[in-house]
């Protein structure tokens, strides 16, 4: 069950947020390294989040938030707010028009409501738990080809000093490249948002976080895709306040084509 007013503070966090990002695109060019170079901060990152969060906890329900900058507030609920108040950083400080904001609500262990918002093209996606998801108040699907080679296919990745990882990565950016009609990426939330109206087939990344990928998994879900991690098992969130910051990897795509792709990057 969704809570009453929801969905109106997500939309209004959605859309604030958005305006503030807006406020500083242009103008922000200097990113702090958090975990890695291709982990960053700006100053657009902090202050959306600070408006998303004071519409957050404004509202007359004390749920939990997690966010990436701030991390974990324990409201005493069992209704997590998951904020990325600034989705694609790297491509926002080059002044590229890829980022956006995701927002999930979490019941216990699960999304039952998320919002994604492109400020630039102030595209609103939204999803609910059983009823499917939108595109600016239009209903939306994933795709329902059965074939590879008729889809453009997201394949993100980062810098990563574990051994072998960015070559395991580009084996499997080789094998996909062999089957698909091209690969693209933004490396952001805007990959998530092609895919669930099908304009791409799939996407995959093996580093991503709560925040990152809540949204899209019960998006692509509630728009007839799959989604699983690059094993190709069911993704279980944990809110936890000690581990919530952990790795997530992810495989969403059209339903008909999972398996295909499974079967394309052959995970040893």
Known sequence: MIPGKAKDTLLSALIKGGETLMEHLGLTTDATVKESISSVVTEADLAAEKVILEILLSSV???????????????????????????????????LPWFGIIIALFDKGAPVLGGMYLPVSKDVYLTEKGKGCWKNGEVIQVTDSDSL??????????????????ESEMEILEKLSKRVRNIRSTNSLV??????????????NQTTKIWDIAVPWLMIREGGG??????GKEIRFDLSATTFDQNYTILASGAKLHRTLMLTIELK
């Open 61 to 95: 329900d004390p749920y939990n938030i997690i966010t990436e900058e701030t991390g974990y507030m324990d409201g005493g609920s069992d209704y997590t707010w998951v904020v990325d108040p600034l989705d694609g950083t790297s491509n926002f400080a080059a002044g």
């Open 149 to 166: 080679a008729e889809q453009l296919v997201a394949y993100s990745f980062d810098f990563s000093d574990i051994p072998g990882k960015t």
């Open 191 to 204: 990959d998530f948002c092609y895919l669930a109206d099908g304009r791409l087939g799939a996407s995959l």
């Open 226 to 231: 799959r989604v699983t991690d690059i094993q």
